[in-house]
């Protein structure tokens, strides 16, 4: 389809934006368009140069349909990217047959346009986690913004040590940090210095999933070293096949798992006394008030540092030295934790997998805010899906 300049029209600098005077005209190109009904559909038109005065140099104009020197038309680049939001990059390359290549175009514009055009507003609460995106212990930090009604993924930094957990502040700014209220992580300790630094005023909450997450892990620890233990010996192989049983919660047991439970807390093994201590830990979730919650913390952790179990005994120093951060989600009334930030932390991993991994950090990052950023979309004047 041929497009032609309407006559007597002046052509707009790249550049500045604005009405310029002609300098001459180059080879026609070719901007590919929506495939209609399956039919492949290109634009051809010669583009101009323009000798603007304001910028000093001779540039190309600028086309409402096209965006710099990409071969995609601006409408096809927004709906490659609107499939690529619902199918994996490589699915969408193979439904409407462009290269991968141009599907990372596409994405890559709309998402570039809606991080220059998004208003974050004020932002009270965010969770700050990472995810693993590859073997060999390589890490995303993932901020996201967590208030009430809103849900998006603020910021990504490669790794998790201190300078890139500083990238978030330097990135968002003073103005909006100083006035962040609520702020919810893990124990990892790059991210409570910084928040220490950055954010003093805020009330840090520590996160309840992975101070279960952590608890559960030294008592697995436990019936391992036990079971190992009493094999050697030839005892009764009583804890084998029961990993699940005991780290599973007793409201989702099934029946004869209740049973089984029922009969080995009968024995006095250091793997049951270990599971009666992490139950009994559950009940400071009940608590309402900080100081109650603070009492039966100091209570729990007494009678754990007396229990000669080493894996629980290394999780109540830990509790100790964390006690105020831990006791602030009390502080918050109970309203901000960590469930949001875990079920964006799952919706990322499966970005992640739908292509079955990325492997550069640039694509990750793009693949991971056209998912989870709510970015704004430029606007396109029909609508083709």
Known sequence: MAVRPRKSSVAI????????????????????????WGFLVFLLYTMRRVDCRRC???????????????????????????????????????????SWDKVFDAVEHVVTWGLEHRTLGQIDAIGVDEI??????????LVYQIDLGVTRLLWIGKERTIESSQGFFTTMGEEITSKIVFICSDMWEPYLKVIREKCSEALHILDRFHIVAKMNKALDEVRAGESRRMASEGRTPLLKKSRWLLLKREENLRAEQRFRLRDLLRYNLKTVRAYLLKEAFQQLWDYSSPSWAGKFLDE????????????????????????????NYFRAQKMISSGVVEGLNNKAKVTLRKSYGFRTHRVLELSLYHSLGKLPEPECTHDFF
């Open 56 to 98: 000093g140099v001779v540039t190309v104009e600028e086309v409402p349909w096209g965006d710099g020197k990409r071969t995609l038309a601006k409408a096809y680049m927004l709906f490659l990217a609107r499939w690529a939001r619902r199918l994996s990059w490589k699915e969408t390359a193979a439904a409407f047959r462009p």
């Open 300 to 327: 729990w952790r007494r009678q754990t540092m007396r229990s000669r179990i080493e894996p629980m005994k290394k999780i109540a120093r830990s509790l100790r030295q964390h006690r105020e951060l831990i006791l």
């Open 132 to 141: 693993q995106y590859s073997k060999g212990h390589k890490y995303l930090t």
């Open 13 to 36: 600098c790249s550049r500045c934006h604005l009405p310029a005077p002609g300098y001459d005209q180059l080879g026609e190109r070719r901007f590919e368009f929506i495939p209609l």
